[in-house]
């Protein structure tokens, strides 16, 4: 995990943005999905 961060670090660095944005919006949209997956398996 920290090393994904370094290197997302690097990627800001490198003036490549919109690459790091790509990676954070499919970082937070996998978190939705597993938070939406944890919900269902509680209410199960």
Partial sequence: ????RL???DYL???DII???GITM???GIGM???M???????I
């Fill in 19 to 21: 690459f790091g944005v």
């Fill in 26 to 28: 499919a970082i937070l």
């Fill in 37 to 43: 997956v944890i919900e269902r398996c509680q209410l």
């Fill in 1 to 4: 995990m920290g090393d994904g």
């Fill in 13 to 15: 660095r490198n003036g």
């Fill in 7 to 9: 290197r997302f670090l």
């Fill in 33 to 35: 999905i597993i938070g």
